[in-house]
């Protein structure tokens, strides 16, 4: 079992920044896939970022078109953390965001929440305009 705490959300304006972070423990692994996925008011969740290892010390982050070059994610294996760092944030950013882990490595189905094996319990951004 892997158990993910994420924190870091928060009321901003729009432009902002704001930093999100996914605390792992249990049987977690440098190997897993690790993402991000975001959930709005009377919406499906939907993904935001992943970072797959690709082998070695190197790992790939794949992103949503909707905050390709505005966020970017990273992860601290020795701390067992995920980090989203988010920039320029609008409106529509608005929602409920979730860390997510998976069992294993891979690209395959990156962007579908059923592929996640285990979940935050989602941290409120709000983005005033």
């Known amino acids: 079992q892997v158990q993910l705490v994420e924190s870091g959300g928060g009321l901003v304006q729009g432009g902002d920044s704001l930093r999100l972070s996914c605390a792992a423990s249990?049987?977690?692994?440098?190997?897993?896939?690790m993402g991000w996925f975001r959930q709005a008011p009377g919406k499906e969740r939907e993904f935001v970022a992943a970072?797959?290892?690709?082998?070695?010390?190197?790992?790939?982050?794949y992103y949503a078109d909707s905050v390709k070059g505005r966020f970017a994610i990273s992860r601290d294996n020795a701390k067992s953390t995920v980090a989203l760092q988010m920039n320029n944030l609008k409106p529509e950013d608005t929602a409920v965001y979730y860390c997510?882990?998976?069992?294993?490595?891979?690209?395959?189905?990156?962007?579908?929440?059923?592929?996640?094996?285990?979940w935050g319990q989602g941290t409120q951004v709000t983005v005033s305009s």
């Open positions: 249990g049987r977690t692994s440098s190997s897993y896939t």
């Open positions: 970072t797959v290892w690709t082998g070695g010390n190197t790992y790939y982050a």
């Open positions: 997510a882990a998976r069992g294993h490595s891979g690209y395959r189905d990156i962007e579908r929440s059923l592929a996640y094996d285990y």
